[in-house]
């Protein structure tokens, strides 16, 4: 993986800054060095500061998803492939119960999936796409691999960034996100490379 942002948010209350750009809803806040999401409104902010490959992913860790079950499509994670006018994207978002992963296409939200996995504060929340296969993790450990392509309008393109699907009590954080690209080492496939030349020279060599 290429890490291409990071943000721990230990800076003054108030705006996120430059970096972060709203989707949609309303923008986070900085608050005692955490990410502060407003109750009862959407927010979905991309990294705005870097470009990011099609094959991508976030993370982020859960300060307090014990004030939503994620069971009902309500809690804080992270958006991948997220553009604007008009929205679309990837929204995965979890609670103390599990979580949800979503799609918005031109605006319009839909339920792709779920899952069931009971998480703790301060969980850490994966969430990867390559291709069209979306692999979300908590504390480590797969919760749900989901396939777009059978998607009636899959997403090929975005920014990653950060999620909140507003819970109807409770403001709830964040602490340091991060994103990149899926990209291989260089150093993984050159060898390869290498092994298999040579296999292929010895194999036509005939004296």
């Known amino acids: 993986m290429a890490v291409i942002a990071?943000?721990?948010f230990n800076r003054?209350?108030?705006?996120?800054?430059?970096?972060w750009s709203l989707?949609?809803?309303t923008l986070f806040t900085i608050d005692s060095d955490l990410a502060?999401?407003?109750?009862?409104?959407?927010c979905l902010a991309k990294w705005a500061a870097d470009a990011f490959p099609d094959d991508q992913y976030a993370?982020?860790?859960l300060v307090n998803p014990h004030n939503s079950t994620?069971?009902?499509?309500?809690?804080?994670?992270?958006s991948l492939r997220l553009s604007g006018s008009p929205v679309n994207g990837y929204v995965i978002v979890a609670g103390s119960g599990g979580g949800t992963i979503r799609s918005i296409v031109s605006g319009m939200s839909s339920i792709l999936t779920t899952w069931t996995a009971a998480g703790s504060d301060n969980d850490l929340l994966y969430a990867e796409i390559a291709g069209t296969v979306l692999t979300v993790k908590r504390a480590g450990v797969t919760v749900k691999t989901y396939d777009t392509a059978g998607d009636a309008s899959p997403i090929a393109s975005g920014s990653a960034g950060l999620a909140h699907w507003p819970t109807p009590s409770n403001p709830l954080k964040v602490d340091n996100f991060e994103a990149g690209g899926?990209?291989?080492?260089?150093?993984?496939?050159l060898p390869q490379?290498?092994?298999g030349i040579r296999g292929l020279t010895r194999g036509l060599y005939v004296g």
């Open 182 to 189: 899926l990209a291989t080492p260089a150093g993984i496939l």
């Open 12 to 19: 003054a209350n108030g705006s996120p800054g430059a970096s």
């Open 6 to 8: 990071t943000d721990n």
């Open 36 to 42: 502060l999401f407003s109750q009862g409104v959407i």
């Open 193 to 195: 490379l290498e092994r």
């Open 23 to 25: 989707v949609s809803g």
């Open 70 to 78: 994620g069971l009902d499509g309500i809690g804080s994670g992270v």
């Open 59 to 61: 993370q982020v860790v």
